[in-house]
């Protein structure tokens, strides 16, 4: 080393000291907390120009029916005169169905993978649910065309009716294309996602939560009820509401078995319409602006149908945690 070089690394090192005591630049976490932002507000924005693109393409209808669109029961594209009450109660007596059918099986069989099957067989009925959530819903309702609906023409109605046919909900003459048809083939849609998401809820539970309730002497049954199921009783509300969003927009396969007729009837053997069908069937038939706009309001209705069982979901689910608050406090 020279005479020359010993100043000059003198000199660099306390600089390059101080630039390592340096506290570490914050650009990189204010780029993510930036851009994780946009994206949030980009699903925001996009549900609010979805429901603003409704509105003015309903403006019409709405200034023209009013609050009576959603209180009456007449369609009649010919008068221009439309109701979309008998479409609303077709959309929730279908979900309903579909969830009483739907919601049993499927925390039944995500408990079943997640804490009773053995290793071996987990996998593929795992991929058998996956795959079933994967078949198209169109293959799905041609299924229902030629299959389930002779089938359940020919054994399930008759027992339903002559079991329960002492109640308004199972008489009548059976077609076969029905309401409750249509909210079994809804089940059937949305019991694969219900279940998924199920699954994973349960796998999450801690350990710890099994453990316990083994070490206080509970069978199995006792630590999955107690110990897994209440644990999680929240993901799975969520599961649940996750499925009843799937219910309320299916189209195509409840379109091909539910019967398409716009009316208000107790029993589950008649036909029915929801808010979903009417479009796919009659927006290429809407030759009017008064028609193509009463339809736009139908979306517009479903749209709105959907966010207001989320927000229900949503306080019902602050309920709860409240509840379960106060009973650990007390």
């Known amino acids: ?22 506290p570490p630049s914050r650009f990189g976490d204010k780029a993510f907390e930036w851009l994780t932002l946009a994206m949030a507000l980009a699903v925001v924005v996009l549900v609010v120009l979805l429901g603003w693109e409704l509105w003015g393409g309903s403006s019409l209808a709405i200034r023209k029916f009013g609050f009576h669109f959603l209180t009456t029961s007449t369609w009649d594209p010919v008068a221009e005169q439309f109701g979309a009450l008998s479409f609303i109660y077709g959309t929730l007596i279908s979900s309903l169905i579909a969830l009483l059918i739907a919601v049993p099986l499927s925390i039944a069989t995500a408990a079943y993978l997640t804490e009773l099957a053995p ?48 109640t308004p909900f199972f008489t009548g003459p059976i077609y076969g294309t029905s309401m409750l048809a249509g909210g079994i083939i809804i089940a059937i849609m949305i019991l694969p996602i219900i279940t998924s998401v199920a699954r994973e809820i349960l796998r999450s539970v801690p350990n710890l939560q099994r453990e316990a309730a083994y070490a206080l002497g509970a069978t199995r049954w006792e630590a999955t009820r107690i110990a897994v199921l209440s644990y999680a009783k929240k993901g799975l509300f969520g599961a649940v509401i996750l499925g009843l969003g799937r219910a309320l927009g299916e189209t195509m396969a409840v379109t091909m078995v539910i019967g398409n007729t716009p009316q208000i009837a107790a029993s589950l053997f008649k036909p029915g319409y929801t808010l979903a069908s009417v479009i796919a069937n009659e927006f290429t038939e809407a030759t009017t602006d008064m028609y193509l706009q009463a339809l736009f309001e139908i979306g517009l209705v479903l749209f709105g149908t959907t966010i207001l069982a989320n927000l229900l979901a949503q306080l019902l689910l602050q309920t709860m945690s409240t509840t379960s608050t106060t009973r650990a406090v007390q």
């Open 1 to 22: 080393m020279n005479a020359t070089t010993g100043p000059a690394i003198a000199a660099v090192e306390p600089q390059t000291a101080r630039h390592a005591m340096a």
């Open 119 to 166: 290793l071996w067989i987990r996998q593929p009925l795992v991929s058998l649910i996956e795959m079933l959530a994967a078949i198209p819903s169109v293959i799905l309702g041609l299924w229902g065309i030629f299959v389930m609906i002779p089938w359940l023409r020919d054994y399930p109605f008759p027992l339903l009716k002559r079991l329960f046919g002492w």
